[in-house]
T-cell receptor
Framework: AQSVTQLDSQVPVFEEAPVELRCNYS??????LFWYVQYPNQGLQLLLK??????LVKGINGFEAEFNKSQTSFHLRKPSVHISDTAEYFC????????????FGTGTRLKVLA | DADVTQTPRNRITKTGKRIMLECSQT?????MYWYRQDPGLGLRLIYY???????NKGEISDGYSVSRQAQAKFSLSLESAIPNQTALYFC????????????FGSGTRLTVV
């Protein structure tokens, strides 16, 4: 069975500092990997996804993530955060079986401080 | 208008009442999903549907039922609401033609008292 672990429930960081949000997964088969962002009182918005190919994936709003198969990780990074990046971030995994059912992590709340 | 619309946005209901949450989409996607979000637990899949005649249980379907009235409409019902069904509920759609990746609605915050 698949599972997703987001190790940090909350990450405070100062504005313009870099940030890394960690995501590890377990699966016996190949997977698709996703990062979603949820702003207050809104639904989830896709930041980026890894399906195949290059292990470095660039997304919206200056975020990027690197797929590391040996470490079963898909960490999200941004070199310089803004106050507007304050949100909750969810990592998710899906089997490439066509059902597109996701297993979500428990989320990481990013708080950007002035 | 939003691609995926959920109604109501907020609802307070009493234990034992039947309640329906509605989802409609303009994306033209065949696949629709219902998730619930609880603090510290992330999102968990309740039901999903690949077309009007194809409905499947997710990991936490007990206490819930769904209806796919049309390609664009997918409703979630709580037959007899209980307090531990208090949560944020999301509808999502996907299209295999465009690859994996959901479009989410804005959510329905349900409180059962």
């Amino acid at each position: 069975a698949q599972s997703v672990t987001q190790l940090d429930s909350q990450v405070p960081v100062f504005e313009e500092a870099p940030v890394e949000l960690r995501c590890n997964y377990s699966s016996s088969v190949s997977v698709y990997l996703f990062w979603y962002v949820q702003y207050p009182n809104q639904g989830l918005q896709l930041l980026l996804k890894y399906l195949s190919g290059s292990t470095l994936v660039k997304g919206i709003n200056g975020f990027e993530a690197e797929f590391n198969k040996s470490q079963t990780s898909f960490h999200l990074r941004k070199p310089s955060v803004h106050i507007s990046d304050t949100a909750e971030y969810f990592c998710a995994v899906s089997e490439p079986s066509g059902t597109y059912k996701y297993i979500f992590g428990t989320g990481t709340r990013l708080k950007v401080l002035a | 208008d939003a691609d995926v619309t959920q109604t109501p946005r907020n609802r307070i209901t009493k234990t034992g009442k039947r309640i329906m949450l509605e989802c409609s989409q303009t994306k033209g996607h065949d696949r629709m999903y219902w998730y619930r979000q609880d603090p510290g637990l992330g999102l968990r899949l309740i039901y999903y549907s690949f077309d009007v005649k194809d409905i499947n249980k997710g990991e936490i379907s007990d206490g819930y039922s769904v209806s796919r009235q049309a390609q664009a409409k997918f409703s979630l019902s709580l037959e007899s609401a209980i307090p531990n069904q208090t949560a944020l509920y999301f509808c999502a759609t996907s299209d295999p033609g465009t690859g994996p990746g959901y479009t989410f609605g804005s959510g329905t915050r349900l409180t059962v008292v």
